[in-house]
């Protein structure tokens, strides 16, 4: 039974979801003196903590440390072995805090932010409905703003017999604590990719279904190339080109037949629906203020949602980059943003306030895939960069050819891609692929952010004999 409780409570901000970036959004706001309370229906830390980010990446790491020290002379013999499945989803378990949230908790009471938990909904402008564990109601009044961080959840396509087979979405992926012998993966973007190279290494025959012609469709294309032929290499086959159209589950614990269009047929004991993510704004009263449930939601570059004067979206849910570290840094403007509106600034688009705009989200947007070679991209690809009519070039590198890589690996494979404006001549983009690379994107973020002249970069002297010299390598290569 719904109890409506009488004392309505008033915010200067009220925050919709308690992920990542709700967590940084009510942080922000904090730390410029405003009052800030928080809603949350789950987990205090979101997705990323508890099903996401945190537990691929501790599934992720022992794959990838073994994988190195496979290739380095002296060491390898002693790595043979498989992994210890039971010990990895230990040190997850450990990771996620054993899908409690008692810390962040701790953190949010540390920083002055009231917590409610409960479904959150719009009731009408600044106000939010709180609706508690056990059906007790609360209404929270927002005097300045209200941030919608709701995040996204995974998309099951319509297919036959898909809803009674039991699929994994990344929730059971990043959380199951039993490795199945056969795993078939349906999808090649970033969960599937990172999902299958995980399951793989923990001894799962992996079997990855991709409707494109190529893994990591939205990096160049060379990345994709030499992701599928490492895990093909491993043992895993990858299909591409292939279209799931039904799922037939034999009982509720025999094996799953993945039937594709065409008539063949993939056999695995469970199947990952890696197949994209959708908002969740279904049932957060949008239609109280005029929007679409279900949508994503149209944002400013302070994240304030298009039409509105109080109403911000950040994160996930204004799908305007799907990743924890941009939806943080949305965060972090929407909170300044909100505190200067708050505080009287008037315009952000003064010149004083200019900083407040998430402008990075457009064209310089990082993102390393811990799948095996690690994959990290930011900014323009050439293909993108030509589409946005920059007269563009690519410069590509064998990372074979630095000495860092060498000594990384024996016999490293890898590569690198830099692109750049011919008229001004910045790097617009930079891609890598090979063991280790993640910790290159940062160099090539703050070459892409700053616009930083070639001839500049060239006096930006990487240290030998490490990785990094991909860049003295890349501009020797432009420079021809
Ligand atoms: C398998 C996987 C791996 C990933 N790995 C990485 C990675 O390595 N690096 C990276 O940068 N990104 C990664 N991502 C993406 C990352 O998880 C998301 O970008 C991030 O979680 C978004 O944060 P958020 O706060 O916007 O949303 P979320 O983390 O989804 O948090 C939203 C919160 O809102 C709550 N909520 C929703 N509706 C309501 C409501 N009506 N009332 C109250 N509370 C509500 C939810 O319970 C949730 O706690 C990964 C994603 C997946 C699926």
């Known amino acids: 039974m719904t109890r409506t409780v009488e004392d309505a409570r008033e915010y200067d901000v009220v925050v919709l979801g308690a992920g990542p970036v709700g967590e940084n959004v009510v942080d922000r706001v904090r730390a410029a003196g405003l009052s800030a309370?928080?809603?949350?229906?789950?987990?205090?830390?979101?997705?990323?903590?508890?099903?996401?980010?945190?537990?691929?990446?501790?599934?992720?790491?022992?794959?990838?440390?073994?994988?190195?020290?496979?290739?380095?002379?002296?060491?390898?013999?002693?790595?043979?072995?498989?992994?210890?499945?039971?010990?990895?989803?230990?040190?997850?378990?450990?990771?996620?805090?054993?899908?409690?949230?008692?810390g962040q908790v701790d953190w949010l009471n540390s920083v002055g932010v009231r917590i409610h938990r409960g479904h959150g909904r719009l009731l009408g402008p600044r106000r939010v409905g709180v609706t508690g564990p056990k059906g007790e109601h609360h209404v929270l009044t927002a005097r300045h703003a209200v941030a919608v961080c709701t995040g996204s959840r995974a998309v099951l396509p319509e297919l036959p017999g898909l809803a009674g087979a039991r699929p994994w979405t990344s929730r059971e992926a990043t959380s199951a604590d039993r490795v199945p012998e056969r795993l078939i993966v349906v999808g090649g973007g970033v969960v599937g990719v990172e999902m299958a190279t995980a399951w793989q290494a923990l001894g799962a025959k992996v079997t990855?279904?991709?409707?494109?012609?190529?893994?990591?469709?939205?990096?160049?294309?060379?990345?994709?190339?030499?992701?599928?032929?490492?895990?093909?290499?491993?043992?895993?086959?990858?299909?591409?080109?292939?279209?799931?159209?039904?799922?037939?589950?034999?009982?509720?614990?025999?094996?799953?037949?993945?039937?594709?269009?065409?008539?063949?047929?993939?056999?695995?004991?469970?199947?990952?629906?890696?197949?994209?993510?959708?908002?969740?704004?279904?049932?957060?009263?949008?239609?109280?203020?005029?929007?679409?449930?279900?949508?994503?939601?149209?944002?400013?570059?302070?994240?304030?949602?298009?039409?509105?004067?109080?109403?911000?979206?950040?994160?996930?849910?204004?799908?305007?980059?799907?990743?924890?570290?941009?939806?943080?840094?949305?965060?972090?403007?929407?909170?300044?943003?909100?505190?200067?509106?708050?505080?009287?600034?008037?315009?952000?688009?003064?010149?004083?306030?200019?900083?407040?705009?998430?402008?990075?989200?457009?064209?310089?947007?990082?993102?390393?895939?811990?799948?095996?070679?690690?994959?990290?991209a930011v900014g323009l690809s050439l293909a993108e960069a030509e589409r946005a009519g920059f007269r563009a070039r690519a410069v590509d590198l064998d990372m074979g050819q630095v000495a860092g890589a060498g000594l990384y690996a024996q016999g490293y494979r890898g590569h690198a891609r830099m692109v750049v404006d011919l008229d001004r001549e910045v790097v617009l983009g930079a891609s890598?692929?090979?063991?280790?690379?993640?910790?290159?994107?940062?160099?090539?973020?703050?070459?892409?952010?700053?616009?930083?002249?070639?001839?500049?970069?060239?006096?930006?002297?990487?240290?030998?004999?490490?990785?990094?010299?991909?860049?003295?390598?890349?501009?020797?290569?432009?420079?021809?």
């Open 208 to 376: 990855l279904l991709v409707r494109g012609g190529g893994l990591l469709p939205r990096m160049e294309p060379f990345v994709g190339e030499h992701v599928a032929a490492a895990l093909t290499t491993r043992g895993a086959d990858v299909r591409t080109g292939v279209t799931v159209s039904a799922v037939v589950r034999d009982g509720s614990t025999g094996p799953v037949t993945v039937v594709l269009e065409g008539g063949d047929h993939v056999d695995g004991d469970e199947v990952l629906f890696a197949t994209g993510r959708a908002p969740r704004t279904e049932d957060i009263g949008l239609e109280k203020v005029g929007l679409e449930p279900g949508s994503w939601l149209d944002v400013d570059d302070t994240l304030r949602v298009t039409g509105s004067d109080w109403l911000y979206a950040v994160g996930d849910v204004n799908h305007r980059a799907l990743l924890t570290h941009q939806g943080k840094y949305q965060a972090r403007i929407a909170g300044a943003a909100i505190a200067a509106r708050a505080q009287g600034a008037g315009s952000l688009d003064d010149g004083r306030w200019g900083a407040h705009a998430a402008t990075a989200d457009h064209s310089a947007v990082p993102q390393v895939v811990f799948c095996d070679p690690e994959a990290a």
């Open 37 to 102: 309370a928080i809603v949350e229906s789950e987990l205090i830390g979101g997705e990323c903590s508890y099903w996401a980010c945190m537990p691929s990446k501790a599934l992720l790491r022992p794959a990838l440390a073994r994988s190195d020290a496979r290739k380095v002379a002296g060491l390898r013999e002693s790595v043979y072995g498989p992994l210890d499945a039971l010990e990895v989803f230990t040190h997850r378990d450990e990771v996620v805090g054993h899908w409690k949230d008692a």
């Open 432 to 480: 890598f692929v090979g063991p280790g690379i993640g910790e290159l994107v940062h160099s090539a973020t703050v070459a892409v952010v700053g616009e930083v002249p070639i001839a500049r970069l060239w006096h930006a002297v990487p240290s030998y004999p490490t990785l990094s010299e991909a860049w003295l390598r890349l501009l020797e290569a432009y420079r021809g």
